[in-house]
Nanobody
Framework: QVQLVESGGGLVQAGGSLRLSCAASGRTVSSYAMGWFRQAPGKERESVAAITRSGGTTYYAASPKGRFTISRDNAKNTAYLQMNNLKPEDTAVYYC??????????????????WGQGTQVTVSS
């Protein structure tokens, strides 16, 4: 079992940047594939990005692709989501998720076994 805690959210102006962190319990995060999701007010939860257990392959939804970067530091048991050129439509609660089975093409959006509590990202204009 793994526990996930997101941090790094906040209020930023359009065009600004934030880096979200997802701290995982245990001695290593490398046993889990990781994903980032978000849910905006009045919208369904959507996949944002994902990364394989080794960190060798990443996936992105169409909207944030080119602006967001997912990464991981297994030594720190932490996954990250670097968000650049933020837009008001990026405003949402962002969730970190983990799954024990690795991701392959076509599986990056789920299912996931563990979820964090979420961190609020608000982009003003």
């Amino acid at each position: 079992q793994v526990q996930l805690v997101e941090s790094g959210g906040g209020l930023v102006q359009a065009g600004g940047s934030l880096r979200l962190s997802c701290a995982a319990s245990g001695r290593t995060v490398s046993s889990y594939a990781m994903g980032w999701f978000r849910q905006a007010p009045g919208k369904e939860r959507e996949s944002v990005a994902a990364i394989t257990r080794s960190g060798g392959t990443t996936y992105y939804a169409a909207s944030p692709k080119g602006r967001f970067t997912i990464s991981r530091d297994n030594a720190k048991n932490t996954a990250y989501l670097q968000m650049n050129n933020l837009k008001p439509e990026d405003t949402a609660v962002y969730y970190c998720a983990a799954r024990t089975r690795d991701l392959i093409y076509g599986t990056w959006s789920g299912p996931y076994d563990y979820w964090g509590q979420g961190t609020q990202v608000t982009v003003s204009s």
